[in-house]
């Protein structure tokens, strides 16, 4: 069966400074990796996600991550924070795309300190 | 391209009662899923469909029946409501399998039951 553990349920980090949300995952295939945002009172927007091909993933708002099979990681990370990024992160995996739905970490809370 | 809707936004129910949340797609997605969210727990996935007239059971699927007669629309049924399923509900839709494979989210359903 598949597992996310996303460490760490608030992660407080000041304006500008670096984003590291962490994420890792069991599966027993090559899994797809997603992580997802959800701002307060609203539904859960897709940041980016991993198929197959570059281990570097790029995605919305300046978020990009990095997947790691040899330490089946897949942390999100961005250069500088900014105030509107405070929401709550979710990493999900799944074995066939989403087709048989997604299995999420319990999430991750960004606080932004100006 | 209204995307995924789900009716109704709020919801307060006794014990026992019975209701039905709707949630409907206008991408053509094959694709379909209804998830509870539930504090310090992420979301966790109650039943999904792979398109019409195919259901199956996610995680918790004990308390709610799913039927999928048509493509677009997708009604989680509660038969006897619980406090313990005091939460909010989201319905996701997703295109297949393959690179085409992002879950897109309504904006959730909160439900009480007293």
């Known amino acids: 069966a598949q597992s996310v553990t996303q460490l760490g349920s608030h992660v407080s980090v000041s304006e500008g400074a670096l984003v590291l949300l962490r994420c890792n995952y069991s599966?027993?295939?090559?899994?797809?990796l997603f992580w997802y945002v959800q701002y307060p009172n609203q539904g859960l927007q897709l940041l980016l996600k991993?198929?197959?091909?570059?281990?570097l993933v790029k995605g919305i708002n300046g978020f990009e991550a990095e997947f790691k099979k040899s330490e089946t990681s897949f942390h999100l990370t961005k250069p500088s924070a900014h105030m509107s990024d405070a929401a709550e992160y979710f990493c999900?995996?799944?074995?066939?795309?989403?087709?048989?739905?997604?299995?999420f970490g319990k999430g991750t809370h960004l606080i932004i300190q100006p | 391209n209204a995307g995924v809707t789900q009716t109704p936004k709020f919801q307060v129910l006794k014990t026992g009662q019975s209701m039905t949340l709707q949630c409907a797609q206008d991408?053509?997605?094959?694709?379909m899923s209804w998830y509870r969210q539930d504090p310090g727990m992420g979301l966790r996935l109650i039943h999904y469909?792979?398109?019409?007239?195919?259901?199956d059971q996610g995680e918790v699927p004990n308390g709610y029946n799913v039927s999928r007669s048509t493509t677009e629309d997708f009604p989680l049924r509660l038969l006897s409501a619980a406090p313990s399923q005091t939460s909010v509900y989201f319905c996701?839709?997703?295109?297949?399998?393959?690179?085409?494979?992002?879950?897109?989210f309504g904006q959730g359903t909160r439900l009480t039951v007293v």
């Open positions: 996701a839709s997703s295109y297949s399998q393959g690179a085409y494979n992002e879950a897109f």
């Open positions: 599966s027993s295939v090559p899994p797809y």
């Open positions: 991993y198929t197959t091909g570059a281990t």
């Open positions: 999900a995996v799944s074995d066939q795309g989403g087709a048989d739905g997604l299995t």
């Open positions: 991408m053509n997605h094959e694709y």
């Open positions: 469909s792979v398109g019409a007239g195919i259901t």
